[in-house]
């Protein structure tokens, strides 16, 4: 089958891992051009995108930025030096009540959850009205509609990358350009995973029993969504058949925000 991202520069942020990974993974399969990224520099990161070079048979570099920071998340873009589709995906979590979340988690979540999607957007749209065409995807969360407490930062921050995208979209309308939230339940990433015999054994549960009723109870499906469904949901929004969808959220989270 024909690959149909070839000649595409993308920017993942947050892609050593998780759900950034396999979005990048799925750029990549479609032979886009791929930035990997995260706040390390290790050799196993650049392993990372040599190796899906060979797996993928495209172009792979790994540039580390710390997006909790505005200026590494503007050279980043300035680093890869085209940008025709950006996944604004880095995230954290720190879960406590609001009279006892500590300042420095609050201010770390906005910054990297949120503010670095603003940063990275406002250094790669010049790059896009360049080559006259892109795609913002802005990995917000199920948590970017609805709410669930002790999540207030996180909460807000994916409320907030809602509405940037919302914004990008209105201020590129006329133009080639499209910017749209994928919204995920929970999603089986290594990080969700390892916490499955921990919640079991905290509840006495069977692992089975721990993913139904505790891990995946807000989720109707009962059933994580994955990476790869993540990753095929972003190259849908880079296609011809998502010209026109822009300004939205695409939930990919078994029904939560149906309930
Ligand atoms: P993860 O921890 O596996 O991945 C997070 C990525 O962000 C990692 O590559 C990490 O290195 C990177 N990162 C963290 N801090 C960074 C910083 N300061 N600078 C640069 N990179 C940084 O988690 P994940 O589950 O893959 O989450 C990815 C995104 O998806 C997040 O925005 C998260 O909120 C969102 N999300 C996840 C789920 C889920 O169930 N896993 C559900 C909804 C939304």
Redesign the pocket.
């Known amino acids: 089958m024909e690959k149909s991202l070839v000649g595409k520069t993308a920017v993942v942020?947050?892609?050593?891992?998780?759900?950034?990974?396999?979005v990048a993974r799925s750029l990549a399969a479609q032979g886009a051009t791929v930035v990997l990224?995260?706040?390390?520099d290790d050799d196993a990161d650049h392993a990372l995108a040599a190796d899906m070079a060979r797996e993928f048979d495209t172009t792979v570099t790994y540039i580390a930025?710390?997006?909790?920071k505005a200026d590494?998340c503007r050279a980043l873009i300035e680093k890869a030096g085209a940008c025709d589709i950006l996944v604004n995906?880095?995230?954290?979590?720190h879960v406590a009540p609001i009279d006892e979340f500590p300042t420095a988690k609050w201010d770390?979540i906005i910054a990297?959850?949120m503010s670095?999607a603003f940063h990275t957007t406002a250094v790669a749209l010049p790059m896009m009205r360049a080559a006259g065409w892109g795609r913002v995807v802005n990995?917000?969360?199920?948590?970017g509609l609805t709410a669930s407490p002790y999540k207030s930062a996180?909460v807000a921050a994916?409320h907030g990358i809602v509405g940037l995208t919302k914004v990008t979209a209105l201020e590129t309308a006329k133009e080639p350009i499209t910017a749209n939230a994928i919204?995920?339940?929970?999603?089986?990433?290594?990080?969700?995973e390892s916490q499955i015999p921990d919640t079991a054994k905290k509840y006495g549960m069977t692992e089975e029993e721990a993913k139904e009723k505790v891990i995946l109870e807000r989720q109707p499906s009962k059933a994580?969504?994955t990476?790869e469904q993540i990753g095929g949901t972003a190259v849908f929004l880079c296609s011809d058949s998502a010209e026109q969808i822009t300004g939205t959220t695409i939930s990919v989270d078994g029904g939560w925000t149906a309930l």
């Open positions: 942020t947050g892609s050593n891992s998780g759900i950034g990974l396999g990224n995260s706040y390390t930025a710390d997006m909790s590494d995906n880095a995230g954290i979590q770390a990297i959850n670095s990995i917000a969360s199920a948590h996180y994916k919204c995920p339940g929970y999603v089986l990433t290594p990080l969700v994580f969504a990476v």
